[in-house]
Nanobody
Framework: QVQLVESGGGLVQAGGSLRLSCAASGGTFSDYAMGWFRQGPGKEREFVTVISWNGGSTYYADSVKGRFTISRNNARNTVYLQMNSLKPEDTAIYYC?????????????????WGQGTQVTVSA
């Protein structure tokens, strides 16, 4: 059974940076695309970014494009989210998720395994 554990969240001032990590155990990490989603206060969960099985393809939500970067290290079974130029509207619980296949997708129902989330709070 796949287990995903996020880390790296915290409190940061607007304009600052954070790097989230998601460590996977169980299953073959390199067989699947990996994504990040977030859920802000009073909001629905939304797609942030996704990376293909080998890192060759990525896709970002418009709201984070140019500020966030997703990457992965298949040897370490870990996916990362580098977040720069953070804004108060980026405040949310960030979730790591594993898709059901190798290619990128933005549809939450295509992701079968989810982490417990890590809180990111950006102060003005």
């Amino acid at each position: 059974q796949v287990q995903l554990v996020e880390s790296g969240g915290g409190l940061v001032q607007a304009g600052g940076s954070l790097r989230l990590s998601c460590a996977a155990s169980g299953g073959t990490f390199s067989d699947y695309a990996m994504g990040w989603f977030r859920q802000g206060p009073g909001k629905e969960r939304e797609f942030v970014t996704v990376i293909s099985w080998n890192g060759g393809s990525t896709y970002y939500a418009d709201s984070v494009k140019g500020r966030f970067t997703i990457s992965r290290n298949n040897a370490r079974n870990t996916v990362y989210l580098q977040m720069n130029s953070l804004k108060p509207e980026d405040t949310a619980i960030y979730y790591c998720a594993r898709s059901g296949g190798m290619r990128i997708t933005t549809t939450p129902t295509d992701f079968g395994s989810w982490g417990q989330g890590t809180q990111v709070t950006v102060s003005a």
